[in-house]
C-alpha cells in the first residue's frame, strides 16, 4: 500500500469513529483493527503494530477515567481518543534523536553510503541543492569507482542542478578521489560538502571497509545512509548491519513515492532510534522532503504541514528574489492577507509538482499525494477562483470582514460576503470557509514567525 493510501485508509478509519454515536469499547476496537490493518498492510512490524495498539487502549482508559471523573462528554471523548492515535503514530515513525544539521560559515562534510540501487548518486544532488537553496553553497565528490558510468551519471545529475562536482576518470582508488575532492572544496571553502560512495563489492566486508577507509579520510561531519523504501521492515536490518561498521548519524529513505512498504520502512529505521532527515518521493531533483514525525503523520492524515509549505515558499523566494520581496516584508511584520495567501496558490501552481505542495495544505485530501496531480491542480484552481470572486477590500482583509460576530465579538458564523462569495466563484460555503481558515493559519504562522527576528531568519533556522 503506497503512502498516500494508507493515508486515505488511517484517516478514513479515524473519521468513520468520528461519526460513531458513542464512543464505547466496540467503537474503538472498530478503529484500532481498521488502523492496525492498514499498518500492518504497510508492512509495518507485527510487534510494532501491537505495541501502538495496546498504548492507545492505555491511553484512551486512563484518559476516559480521568475525563469521566471531571464529567466529560462525548465529543470529548472522541478527542481523547483521536489525539492518543495520532500521538501513537507520531511514536512509531519518531527515533527520538535529533540529527546534525550543517551550519553555514563552517566546512560541512557529509558521506553518502548505502547498497547499489538504492537511489545514492540521485540522492546526493537532491541533497546538494536542498542545501544550496537554502544559501548553504554545496558541492558533490563522486568516490565511486565501483559502478561504471557512476562518476558521469552524478556528473550528468550534478551540470543539471547547476552544482560544483569532483570525480576522476582515471584514478581507481575511492579513497584517494575522496580525500583529493572534499580537500580541494574544504580550500574553496564549500559550506556543505557532499561525498557519494561506492554501494556494491564482491563481498560486503569489502564495501564496509572501503567505507571506513573513506570515512577515515575525509572525517565527515554526518554519514548519512540511503536506504530503498521497498525493502519495508527489512529495513531495521539492513541498517543495523550498515551501522555496526560506519556509525552514520542519519538515514533518507528513498521511493517512498511508489511503493507498499513505506509505512514498514520508516518505522523500522525509527526503531532503530536513528533520525530519519530527508524521505526520496520520486526521480526529479526536487523529490525530496524534509521529514518530522509530527508533520509527516499531520500530512498523511490531511492535516497538511503548514511549517513545510512555509519552506516551500522561502525557496520560491530565494528562486525569484523580487516577485517575494513584498511579501517577505509584510511577514516580517506580521501582516498576511488573503491577497497574499492567493498569491502563494498562485505561485504554488506554476511550482509543479502540485500533488506534494497541496498536501502540505491543511484539509487538502491525503490521495492527492499520490498521482493526484489533476486533482490538485483542480482544487487549487477552485481556491483561486474563491479569491476571484472578492472584492478588492476583502482581498486586502485578514478574512474576519466574512464573519458575523455576536455582541461579545465572538465570531458566529459566515456572513453575507461568503454566501455571495461562495455563489460567484461556483464553489460551496464551506469550501470559502476552508480557504479563509487556510489564510488565517498562514498569517498566524507569519505572525510567529515574524515576531522574532523577522521572517527570513526564522525560516532559514528550520533548516
Ligand atoms: P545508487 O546506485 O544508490 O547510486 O542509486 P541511483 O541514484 O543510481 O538510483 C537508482 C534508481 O532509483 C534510479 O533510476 C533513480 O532515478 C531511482 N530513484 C532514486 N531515488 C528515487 C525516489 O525517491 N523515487 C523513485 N521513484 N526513484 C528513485
Redesign the pocket.
Known amino acids: 500500500m503506497v503512502l498516500a493510501d494508507l493515508g486515505a485508509r488511517l484517516n478514513g478509519a479515524l473519521s468513520q469513529f468520528s461519526k460513531a454515536s458513542s464512543v464505547d469499547d466496540a467503537a474503538i476496537d472498530a478503529l484500532l483493527k481498521e488502523l492496525c490493518s492498514a499498518l500492518l498492510e504497510s508492512d509495518v512490524n507485527v510487534k510494532l503494530v501491537s505495541q501502538l495498539r495496546a498504548r492507545v487502549k492505555a491511553k484512551v482508559k486512563k484518559s476516559l477515567e480521568d475525563a469521566e471523573k471531571a464529567g466529560g462528554r462525548e465529543a470529548n471523548k472522541k478527542n481523547v481518543v483521536q489525539k492518543a492515535v495520532y500521538d501513537e503514530l507520531v511514536a512509531l515513525v519518531d527515533p527520538g534523536t535529533e540529527p546534525y544539521k550543517p551550519v553555514k560559515g563552517k566546512v560541512n562534510v557529509i558521506m553518502a553510503v ?11 544532488t ?1 541533497l546538494a541543492v536542498h542545501y544550496q537553496r537554502r544559501g548553504l553553497r554545496s558541492c558533490l565528490v563522486c568516490a ?1 569507482t565501483f ?1 561504471a558510468g ?1 562518476f558521469d ?1 552524478l556528473k550528468q545529475n550534478a551540470t543539471k542542478a547547476k552544482i560544483p562536482f569532483y570525480g576522476s576518470y582515471t584514478e581507481t582508488d575511492p579513497v584517494a578521489i575522496a580525500a583529493l575532492g572534499v580537500e580541494k572544496f574544504r580550500k574553496e571553502r564549500f559550506d556543505v560538502i557532499i561525498v ?1 560512495t561506492s ?2 563489492h564482491k563481498q560486503e566486508s569489502e564495501l564496509f571497509e572501503e567505507m571506513v577507509a573513506i570515512g577515515a579520510a575525509v572525517k565527515p561531519d554526518m554519514t548519512v545512509m ?1 536506504l530503498d523504501a521497498s525493502i519495508g521492515q527489512a529495513a531495521e536490518g539492513q541498517s543495523r548491519a550498515f551501522k555496526d561498521s560506519s556509525d552514520f548519524g542519519a538515514i533518507i529513505v ?5 511503493h507498499a512498504k513505506g509505512g514498514g520502512a520508516i518505522s523500522a529505521v525509527a526503531a532503530t532510534k536513528t533520525p530519519i532527515i530527508f ?5 526529479h531533483l526536487n ?2 522532503e524534509k521529514f518530522a514525525p509530527q508533520p509527516f503523520v499531520s500530512k498523511l492524515l490531511g492535516m497538511g504541514d503548514i511549517q513545510g509549505l512555509m519552506e516551500h515558499m522561502q525557496d520560491m523566494a530565494m528562486a525569484n528574489p523580487d516577485r517575494q520581496k513584498d511579501l517577505a516584508k509584510k511577514l516580517e511584520q506580521g501582516k498576511f492577507s488573503i491577497r497574499d495567501w492567493r498569491e502563494q496558490l498562485s505561485n504554488i501552481m506554476s511550482m509543479g509538482s502540485l500533488s506534494k505542495i497541496a498536501s502540505m495544505i491543511p484539509g487538502m485530501p491525503a490521495g492527492m499525494m499520490e498521482g493526484g496531480e489533476d486533482e490538485a491542480a483542480g482544487k487549487l484552481k477552485r481556491m483561486i477562483f474563491i479569491t476571484d470572486a472578492m472584492r478588492q477590500d476583502e482581498l486586502d482583509s485578514d478574512g474576519l470582514i466574512f464573519f458575523s460576530f455576536d455582541k461579545e465579538g465572538n465570531p458566529v458564523g459566515l456572513n453575507r460576503r461568503a454566501r455571495r462569495v461562495a455563489k460567484g466563484s461556483g464553489t460551496s460555503v464551506r469550501e470559502v470557509e476552508e480557504l479563509l481558515a487556510q489564510a488565517r493559519m498562514m498569517a498566524g504562522m507569519a505572525r510567529q514567525a515574524g515576531g522574532q527576528n523577522g521572517w527570513m531568519t526564522a525560516m532559514n533556522k528550520m533548516q
Do not use: F, M, Y
Not at 114 to 124: E, M, S, V
Not at 254 to 258: I, N, R, S, W
Not at 279 to 283: A, D, K, N, P, V
Open positions: 548505502g547498497i547499489q540501487g538504492a537511489g545514492k548518486t540521485t540522492t546526493c537532491k565511486d559502478r557512476a551519471q557519494d554501494g556494491r540511503v528513498t521511493k517512498l513515492d511508489g524521505l526520496g518521493t520520486g526521480e523529490d525530496l
